[in-house]
């Protein structure tokens, strides 16, 4: 495990191969993600779908929220399970914020540069959604975190009514990428499958034994198993907002 500088932003996150150990019990972070856990629970149905006229009237507690998170900056001291739990909640709960702030919309794309602009605190630094994607999360090397960043919009991954957390990112992870992989955003089959686009925007991610094999991933978490050698294509993806009807 090495410590590495991601971009020009000064931030920080651990670089890690392989699966996730346990928490270090002798971890002295005592992040709190209730705050965000509750507002998940009351706005997002159990389709990932979000009430965001209701969130707008709780939009200070997100805000309160998003203050904690910048206060608690990560350090080369925190375990992969801290960095991945803060970072996961930190996006989806600024993506959001951002929602909110413009709302209403009919997607996140009617938004100026939404991943592109820097508006997301963190300890003394402003970064955008695409640093904590591409410069942070990416680099711990664990792909089940496209199942888990939710960018507002059909074709994402749900968003779960549940903050994630160190204690429990493991089962988070798992069961997000289980019930993407084997939901509508795939149409599974042995020899012609249609995957989501997700799986054409970050092949190189997605890999079996060390290598790239993004069949071989998906049949570790798909009920159906796609022959290695079918011809899969992808699906179109829907950029409407995840909105509740």
């Given at each position: 495990?090495?410590?590495?500088?991601?971009?020009?932003?000064g931030l920080t996150v651990k670089e890690v191969d392989g699966k996730l150990g346990s928490v270090s019990p002798n971890s002295n972070i005592k992040l709190d993600h209730k705050a965000w856990d509750i507002l998940l629970k009351k706005h997002v149905d159990a389709?990932?779908?979000?009430?965001?006229?209701?969130?707008?009237?709780?939009?200070?507690?997100?805000?309160?929220?998003?203050?904690?998170?910048?206060?608690?900056?990560?350090?080369?001291?925190?375990?992969?399970?801290?960095?991945?739990?803060?970072?996961?909640?930190?996006?989806?709960?600024?993506?959001?914020?951002?929602?909110?702030?413009?709302?209403?919309?009919?997607?996140?794309?009617?938004?100026?540069?939404?991943?592109?602009?820097?508006?997301?605190?963190?300890?003394?630094?402003?970064?955008?959604?695409?640093?904590?994607?591409?410069?942070?999360?990416?680099?711990?090397?664990?792909?089940?975190?496209?199942?888990?960043?939710?960018?507002?919009?059909?074709?994402?991954?749900?968003?779960?009514?549940?903050?994630?957390?160190?204690?429990?990112?493991?089962?988070?992870?798992?069961?997000?990428?289980?019930?993407?992989?084997?939901?509508?955003?795939?149409?599974?089959?042995?020899?012609?499958?249609?995957?989501?686009?997700?799986?054409?925007?970050?092949?190189?991610?997605?890999?079996?034994?060390?290598?790239?094999?993004?069949?071989?991933?998906?049949?570790?978490?798909?009920?159906?198993?796609?022959?290695?050698?079918?011809?899969?294509?992808?699906?179109?993806?829907?950029?409407?907002?995840?909105?509740?009807?």
């Amino acid at each position: 495990m090495t410590t590495a500088i991601i971009g020009n932003q000064g931030l920080t996150v651990k670089e890690v191969d392989g699966k996730l150990g346990s928490v270090s019990p002798n971890s002295n972070i005592k992040l709190d993600h209730k705050a965000w856990d509750i507002l998940l629970k009351k706005h997002v149905d159990a389709q990932g779908f979000v009430d965001y006229n209701g969130f707008k009237k709780d939009h200070d507690q997100l805000k309160a929220y998003l203050t904690t998170l910048a206060k608690t900056a990560p350090s080369s001291e925190w375990t992969v399970e801290e960095l991945l739990a803060y970072y996961i909640n930190l996006y989806n709960a600024a993506t959001v914020d951002l929602i909110l702030d413009n709302y209403p919309i009919k997607s996140i794309k009617d938004i100026s540069r939404p991943w592109g602009k820097d508006f997301v605190n963190v300890g003394d630094k402003v970064v955008s959604l695409n640093t904590i994607e591409h410069g942070i999360l990416r680099k711990i090397h664990e792909p089940r975190i496209h199942f888990a960043i939710n960018c507002a919009s059909i074709s994402c991954p749900k968003l779960l009514r549940d903050a994630f957390t160190a204690e429990k990112i493991e089962e988070q992870l798992e069961k997000a990428t289980v019930e993407f992989i084997n939901s509508n955003q795939n149409d599974i089959s042995e020899n012609n499958p249609k995957l989501s686009k997700i799986f054409d925007f970050y092949t190189s991610d997605f890999e079996l034994n060390g290598k790239t094999d993004l069949i071989g991933f998906i049949n570790q978490y798909s009920h159906i198993q796609i022959n290695p050698k079918a011809r899969y294509s992808f699906k179109d993806y829907d950029w409407r907002l995840n909105e509740q009807d």
